[in-house]
Nanobody, 125 residues
Framework: QVQLVESGGGLVQAGGSLSLSCVTS????????MAWFRQAPGKERDFVAA???????IYADSVKGRFTVSRDTAKNTMYLQMNSLKPEDTAIYYC???????????????????WGQGTHVTVSS
């Protein structure tokens, strides 16, 4: 059974930084993409960033230039470096893997099979 475990969340002041990690274990994962999503209270789960083979990555417009996604395949770990954090970045951050098909968007939550439990990020103003 594939498991994903996020860590690194916490409370930070606006303008600060946090680094999230997502470790994958167990089983063989279909596809090579991994992604971060987030869900703020009372809102739907939104795409944040994704990365796949060749160092390719995409970002939500709201985080471009502030967040950086990366992977260490040897450690089965994906990272999200978050800089210049804003109060509107407050959310539960989830990592996902197991891309169902490359013919559908990598920024779509429905296109991922496996999810972590999430890590809380709170940005105070």
């Amino acid at each position: 059974q594939v498991q994903l475990v996020e860590s690194g969340g916490g409370l930070v002041q606006a303008g600060g930084s946090l680094s999230l990690s997502c470790v994958t274990s167990g089983g063989t994962v279909r596809g090579d993409a991994m992604a971060w999503f987030r869900q703020a209270p009372g809102k739907e789960r939104d795409f944040v960033a994704a990365t796949w083979t060749g160092g390719n990555s995409i970002y939500a417009d709201s985080v471009k230039g502030r967040f950086t996604v990366s992977r260490d395949t040897a450690k089965n770990t994906m990272y999200l470096q978050m800089n210049s954090l804003k109060p509107e970045d407050t959310a539960i951050y989830y990592c996902a893997t197991g891309l169902k098909t490359i013919y559908r968007p990598r920024n779509a939550a429905y296109n991922y099979d496996y999810w972590g439990q999430g890590t809380h990020v709170t940005v105070s103003s």
